[in-house]
């Protein structure tokens, strides 16, 4: 059965649309067929990450408004022929689609597509209950700042409110060097906060902001950056691998955690 999966998160500009460009790619890579479907009407950048903004011709707007087909409007990636993109269309206004019609979109999709990755605006925008209209799971992308976690938390009290139950977290742009230092709160800190399963940390990685301006996602490249690793494990572990998550707690973690193991060798 298709899986829906809504990328969202409390506060804007925390890496969802970075993240499902990415999973997206990194799934299709892995042999799956993928649809990612832009939900950020009005703010729309999938298209962009992707590097597919040339190509777009309809949008999910003139398919729910009879103007052309479904197949009509998504986009072949270049590089993929797994993955398409559903586009929004940026210049209508956002209540031109309402939750019923997404529901039927994204229903369609899942007749041919394995994964289909919704990009949605974050919680407490116009536009948010489109998003998740059509979706079975969500990922909850944050980063290790107080305001984001706590709007992430509202946002796991409106998933659940509209019956979406398997909700994972992501927490995206860690830098270890600050954790160590105690000057940025950790992924424990953060996930006893909202008490989610947890399903990455992202470090914070430059390249992000390379692979954004090119058009290009990450998990791409041939040698992955630590990002491009971090969104492949999410990759693998959505697919139901066990994979074990990078250590970015900074050296501290690692001696402790070195410590620990010795011990228990040890006693056993
Ligand atoms: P959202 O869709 O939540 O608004 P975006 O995916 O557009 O967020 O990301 C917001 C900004 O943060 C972008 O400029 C992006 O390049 C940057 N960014 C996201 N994730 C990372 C990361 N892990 N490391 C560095 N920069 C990142
Ligand atoms: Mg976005």
Same mark, same amino acid.
């Given at each position: 059965?298709?899986?829906?999966?809504?990328?969202?998160?409390?506060?804007?500009?925390?890496?969802?649309?970075?993240?499902?460009?990415?999973? !997206?790619?990194?799934?299709?890579?892995?042999?799956?067929?993928?649809?990612?479907?832009?939900?950020?009407?009005?703010?729309?950048?999938?298209?962009?990450?992707?590097?597919?903004?040339?190509?777009?011709?309809?949008?999910?707007?003139?398919?729910?408004?009879?103007?052309?087909?479904?197949?009509?409007?998504?986009?072949?990636?270049?590089?993929?022929?797994?993955?398409?993109?559903?586009?929004?269309?940026?210049?209508?206004?956002?209540?031109?689609?309402?939750?019923?019609?997404?529901?039927?979109?994204?229903?369609?999709?899942?007749?041919?597509?394995?994964?289909?990755?919704?990009?949605?605006?974050?919680?407490?925008?116009?536009?948010?209950?489109?998003?998740?209209?059509?979706?079975?799971?969500?990922?909850?992308?944050?980063?290790?700042?107080?305001?984001?976690?706590?709007?992430?938390?509202?946002?796991? !009290?409106?998933?659940?409110?509209?019956?979406?139950?398997?909700?994972?977290?992501?927490?995206?742009?860690?830098?270890?060097?600050?954790?160590?230092?105690?000057?940025?709160?950790?992924?424990?800190?953060?996930?006893?906060?909202?008490?989610?399963?947890?399903?990455?940390?992202?470090?914070?990685?430059?390249?992000?902001?390379?692979?954004?301006?090119?058009?290009?996602?990450?998990?791409?490249?041939?040698?992955?950056?630590?990002?491009?690793?971090?969104?492949?494990?999410?990759?693998?572990?959505?697919? !139901?691998?066990?994979?074990?998550?990078?250590?970015?707690?900074?050296?501290?973690?690692?001696?402790?955690?070195?410590?620990?193991?010795?011990?228990?060798?040890?006693?056993?």
């Amino acid at each position: 059965m298709a899986r829906f999966i809504v990328i969202t998160s409390g506060k804007g500009g925390v890496g969802k649309t970075t993240c499902t460009a990415n999973l !997206g790619m990194a799934l299709a890579k892995r042999g799956r067929k993928v649809a990612v479907v832009d939900a950020d009407f009005g703010l729309r950048n999938l298209d962009l990450l992707l590097g597919l903004e040339n190509r777009i011709v309809y949008t999910a707007v003139e398919v729910l408004a009879g103007e052309c087909r479904l197949e009509q409007a998504l986009v072949k990636d270049k590089r993929q022929n797994n993955l398409v993109l559903l586009p929004a269309a940026q210049n209508r206004t956002k209540d031109a689609v309402t939750p019923e019609q997404m529901k039927k979109l994204v229903n369609a999709l899942a007749q041919v597509y394995e994964f289909v990755l919704i990009d949605s605006p974050a919680g407490i925008e116009m536009g948010f209950q489109n998003a998740i209209a059509g979706a079975r799971e969500a990922l909850i992308v944050t980063t290790p700042e107080i305001s984001a976690v706590r709007d992430a938390d509202r946002v796991v !009290g409106l998933l659940e409110a509209h019956n979406i139950k398997r909700i994972n977290l992501i927490v995206n742009r860690i830098r270890p060097a600050m954790v160590k230092a105690n000057d940025m709160m950790s992924v424990e800190d953060v996930q006893e906060i909202l008490a989610i399963p947890i399903l990455g940390i992202i470090p914070d990685d430059e390249r992000v902001i390379v692979s954004t301006n090119r058009g290009e996602p990450l998990v791409l490249s041939e040698t992955l950056s630590p990002a491009g690793v971090a969104y492949d494990n999410i990759a693998r572990r959505l697919l !139901g691998e066990t994979v074990e998550f990078m250590d970015l707690n900074g050296n501290n973690g690692n001696i402790l955690s070195r410590i620990r193991k010795l011990l228990s060798t040890k006693i056993v």
